[in-house]
């Protein structure tokens, strides 16, 4: 059977299996893929089997089966079955990967047993995928949610697999962090559905964070109003955050902090002009004046200043803010005296904040979306202390100098803003957090078909 003659287009192609080997199979055919390669997918026991993405794996060792022998399985073939039985311990579902599965598997023979090669090839390739990189993807609940997935090369995963064995493979592959290890021994110690749930959601949000987080990096958790500073695998500082509100959600990705800029101006967004400081400036022409704030007749670097009582404030778009307002560095500064910036499309960042008492507050999720930090040159200071800046000790008098100054750092710090309604913390004690943002709804939707 030629690859030519049985390569398929643009639909996927499927073989359907009875069950029943066939007549003219013989025991040598049982662990050779050939003659099912060429196809995109096939269909054995009622269950589509993805040969596609595995093909590339069988045809660099001439089509011989790892999983399968002449009769039956493999040793290893026999611990990977009962490694995605056991997935269940990590929160996902064995069905997902042994859907209808023949209880005598280790009689198959003939073409049955070459389906069942191609069968625990695919269902590994997908169980890896989803202990590592998660069931769901993550930019499929929200549009502020840019996290890339992980990707798996399919053919080095199986032929470390056929090298190593699969369960070593999976321990090596399943999320190291502490929360998710600390949440999967929670897990198999609760009966309870509901909390079942919210831990197999958390653990699903550890694997969509990089596996690496860093030696020095920042742990920002919104859920928790937290924002948690770690340093050669340990926690060395934890603080008070105030996060987006529930209609300016502060978004999840991962970037680095490169620099910190004191005596910060604050540059208002577009929308926050339109929506919020327009209003203002049409029941009083003076609202800007009076606090401070510059007004450029666009967003021009050269862009001259205006005053604002000779604009005709109802005659402006709010949705297409024509100016730009600046508030200068001060004790009145939104920003306070430093921000910390990182690259991202939002532009968001971590900041200090004019009104420190509401970070005594229960409900601290009530910013545009950028994260407000407590105490933030104790914050300053702890970063350029770990990034061995000589820097470190010239803070307070580059806040003194009331001059705005960028500082950066010699090595940028990982920054992770994330999302976790379930915390373990170091005493081994769950802290349980709201869902503030309706995000644990959207997965659990997705993982479970309801909330």
């Known amino acids: 059977m030629s690859s030519c003659s049985n390569r398929v287009s643009a639909l996927v192609r499927i073989l359907i299996f009875t069950g029943i080997a066939f007549a003219t199979a013989t025991a040598s055919q049982a662990a050779n893929v050939a003659p099912f390669i060429a196809h995109q997918a096939i269909k054995w026991q009622g269950t589509v089997i993805n040969v596609e993405p595995i093909a590339p794996f069988y045809k660099r060792r001439l089509f011989n089966g790892i999983w399968t022998a002449r009769k039956g399985l493999t040793p290893k073939g026999v611990e990977l079955v009962n490694l995605l039985i056991q997935s269940g311990s990590d929160g996902l579902e064995p069905s997902d990967y042994l859907s209808n599965w023949p209880a005598n598997a280790d009689q198959l023979t003939g073409e049955n047993l070459v389906a069942a090669e191609l069968y625990l090839s695919d269902a590994a390739v997908r169980y890896i995928r989803d202990l590592h990189s998660g069931r769901t993807t993550p930019a499929v609940s929200e549009p502020d949610i840019v996290i890339a997935r992980k990707k798996i090369d399919n053919t080095a995963l199986l032929s470390e697999m056929n090298k190593s064995g699969p369960a070593k493979v999976a321990a090596k592959l399943r999320p190291s962090h502490r929360q998710y290890q600390a949440l999967r021994k929670l897990l198999a110690n609760t009966t309870d559905p509901a909390a079942r749930q919210k831990i197999i959601v958390n653990m699903e949000r550890w694997r969509w964070v990089p596996s690496n987080l860093g030696k020095n990096h920042i742990l920002v958790n919104v859920a928790a109003f937290k924002m948690h500073t770690r340093s050669n695998g340990k926690t060395v500082d934890t603080r008070r955050v105030i996060v987006g509100s529930e209609y300016h959600k502060t978004p999840m990705f991962s970037s680095a902090i490169n620099h910190s800029q004191f005596n910060p101006t604050w540059t208002i967004s577009r929308n926050i002009a339109g929506n919020e400081i327009l209003p203002k400036l049409r029941r009083d022409p003076g609202y800007l004046e009076k606090r401070g704030y510059d ?157």
């Open 295 to 451: 007004l450029y007749a666009s967003w021009e670097p050269d862009a001259p200043k205006m005053n604002a009582a000779q604009i005709d404030w109802e005659s402006v778009n709010g949705k297409k803010f024509p100016y730009k307002i600046v508030q200068p560095p001060g004790p009145d500064n939104a920003l306070g005296v430093v921000k910390f910036l990182f690259p991202n499309k939002f532009n968001v960042y971590l900041h200090d904040t004019a009104n420190r008492d509401l970070f005594s507050g229960p409900n601290r999720a009530l910013s545009h979306g950028c994260i407000r930090v407590e105490k933030p040159m104790e914050f300053a200071n702890l970063l350029y202390q770990l990034d061995k800046n000589p820097a470190a000790p010239k803070l307070q008098a580059v806040v003194d100098s009331e001059k705005t100054t960028a500082v950066k750092f010699r090595k940028e710090i990982p920054v992770h803003l994330s999302y976790f309604t379930l915390w373990v913390d170091e005493a081994g004690k769950v802290q349980n957090f709201k869902d503030v943002y309706g995000r644990d709804k959207l997965v659990a939707n997705l993982l479970f078909g309801s909330a």
